[in-house]
DNA sequence: CGGAATCCCTATCGATACTG
DNA sequence: CAGTATCGATAGGGATTCCG
């Protein structure tokens, strides 16, 4: 607990007291993971898919808004990850189910960190976010 | 916690049981904070700055192959969710500190939560994904 | 039912050059 | 020093149509 200032004892303030590289920047799994999930649709899905196993079309029916094509490229990417399991019945015609595997499972605690800290922070978010839009134009202090 | 199947006592698995509408989905703070950190360098300008205010040219040090143009984005967005703050000194020429605010601290733990997260579990992540790559073209179980 | 294929638009990102 | 401006490339996302 003894970071420069405001630092915190984890991954996040190790090594980054000098020059981040090319290389390291690229291995960094803290922004591949945050790129995964940080899409329009992996939370959501991953949320829903906490709750137990769904079905493509419950999937579906569930995120009213989202597309066929982007239902799919989310969970084709959630079960790159490992993060979600893709299960076909053999049935006529064939049902599919996901469910989160253990990998993924064990996302859903520190997600629901993040998730917390946002709707605790929204309205000053907002403020923040409606303040500054309106001081454009105005003075750049 | 008692969920349905593993799913964890948060907003995370809250109000997930009926379908989504447009506005839900709009409104969620957690797609929204994920998806401004989600991108390529929030989250390392933000880890960067939680062990103490830097300044503009010490951030392109320090974060080699960001441009100029995207450090710029990058902390225009923070300011603007008011995460992080930009004060001018008057000097000649000009320099230009940033620092978190202290929503923006806040911000450090839950974050780490997942960047700790991605470290344990990067390995598993990277197999299932070259597990995966490797079998496209192969049988679709 | 559970997708894949195609088309198209927009947002994000990067490189380069220039400036108060 | 701390940016802006411009351009081009790429990735994300959506609507529609078609298929086993």
Redesign the interface.
């Known amino acids: 607990m003894s ?6 004892p ?4 190790a090594d ?7 290389d390291e ?1 690229q291995d ?8 995964r ?4 649709w992996s ?2 899905v991953v ?2 898919l ?4 769904r079905r493509y079309n419950e999937l579906h ?5 989202i597309s066929q094509r982007m239902l799919t490229r989310t969970l084709r990417g959630l ?4 993060l979600v399991s ?3 019945h053999p049935t006529v015609p064939a049902t599919v189910e996901y469910a ?1 595997t253990d ?1 993924g ?15 605790e ?2 309205k ?2 907002d ?3 409606s ?3 309106r001081s454009q134009g105005g003075s750049r ?1």
Do not use: F, M
């Open positions: 970071a420069t200032d405001g630092g915190v984890t991954a996040l303030s980054l007291g000098l020059p981040i590289t090319e920047h960094c799994p803290a922004t591949d993971v945050l790129r999930i940080g899409d329009k939370v959501l949320a829903i906490g709750r137990g196993p029916r569930s995120i009213k808004e079960e790159r990850d490992g893709r299960t076909v989160l990998l499972r064990s996302l859903l605690l520190p997600l629901s960190t993040i998730t917390d800290w946002a709707l922070n929204r000053e978010i403020e923040a976010r303040l500054h839009d202090i």
